[in-house]
């Protein structure tokens, strides 16, 4: 019995032109989307930032960031139990402190009772299956708003980093799981490495902020930390120049071979490139944050109808997982978490 004839095909030039290969038909419908996705987005990649202040039972918004609070470290609890519920494996502190205990030497970050240690014991005592990341640096302690000691107008490296050691042993001591310098000075990482195993914290992680720009995203941030009126001059010196790539590898390679665990690129979409670009080289856990800056505009954008939100959140997400990213620190880390989780 003869096969019955089917029509010819469509204009033979389609079929000439792709070589019968269609990229349609793995888009056509969602399941098949799903099955040929090359890169996923998960609550394991989440990191949640989080805003410490002084006081009692105080929750303040932030202005420039649209849904971010500032919590008080009875209130900082509450924050860390709501990740450990939606499955986000750390959460990354930051003090807004009181400009009345800021100087020039940022000697409140020597104090053993300020804002970081407090919400960090506080946590710790709750027991929550949750990573503590805390920042070192300078800038939210210091009167003039910079991540190190000055003299005059300069920015002295070495004895910045004799005392950012030394904040690091104290969020050690409060309970810290990661140490995260985000100052850029030279040589901090493989300073604060030997003082914490030479002190018992041999198992505490360091995440360097390795490749950390001088960017105008930063803004809202520096808001939200009180940061913004305080600050004298740029970072210019001691952040890097957003028009250097290799610079950027040469920074990480420095902070790996001084004891870095894992290493950050900040900002995160303005630099996606340097993100690819650490990862193909080193092939070490690689981190972007989204700041502040970023997380600003597309809530701005959204609320004035310009950008559907959830779609530019994840999105941009997974731009950076994309690029090479094993993780975000990002401020949509709850919102994220509770949409994946359906």
């Known amino acids: 019995m003869t096969a019955p004839q089917r029509p010819a095909s469509g204009p033979a030039t389609v079929d000439a032109v792709v070589g019968g290969r269609r990229m349609r038909r793995n888009r056509r419908t969602d399941w098949s989307r799903r099955m040929v996705r090359e890169n996923t987005l998960t609550v394991d990649d989440l990191i949640w930032p989080l805003f410490v202040t002084r006081g009692s039972n105080v929750e303040e918004a932030v202005p420039s960031m649209p849904g971010v609070m500032r919590h008080s470290v009875d209130r900082i609890r509450a924050q860390a139990e709501e990740a450990a519920a939606l499955g986000i494996p750390a ?40 990573g503590l990341i805390t920042d070192v640096a300078l800038d939210p302690y210091t009167s003039h708003g910079h991540d190190g000691l000055m003299e005059g107008e300069t920015i002295v490296n070495d004895e910045t980093v004799e005392q950012l050691v030394e904040q690091a042993l104290l969020q050690a001591d409060a309970g810290s799981d990661v140490i995260a310098p985000s100052d850029m000075m030279d040589g901090r990482i493989g300073a604060i490495r030997a003082a914490l195993d030479a002190n018992g914290h ?141």
């Open 91 to 130: 959460i990354a502190l930051f003090p807004n402190t009181d400009p009345e205990l800021r100087d020039a030497r940022g000697s409140e970050a020597l104090n053993a009772e300020n804002l970081v240690c407090q919400a960090c014991r506080e946590i710790r005592a709750a027991g929550l299956p949750v």
């Open 202 to 342: 041999q198992d505490v992680q360091i995440m360097s902020y390795a490749a950390k720009y001088a960017s105008a995203f930063y803004g809202p941030f520096r808001d939200a930390v009180g940061t913004n009126t305080t600050l004298v001059g740029d970072k210019r010196t001691y952040q890097m120049d957003p028009a250097n790539t290799d610079e950027a590898l040469h920074e990480v390679e420095l902070d790996l071979e001084e004891g870095a665990d894992m290493i950050m690129v900040k900002p995160g979409m303005p630099y996606l490139d340097i993100i690819r670009r650490v990862k193909d080289a080193f092939r070490r856990p690689t981190f972007a944050y989204q700041v502040s800056g970023e997380y600003a505009m597309i809530c701005a954008a959204a609320q004035n109808g310009w950008l559907d939100r959830d779609r530019a959140m994840l999105e941009s997400l997974m731009a950076f997982k994309r690029a090479g990213a094993d993780g975000v620190l990002t401020y949509f880390a709850p919102e994220v978490a509770r949409r994946l989780k359906g």
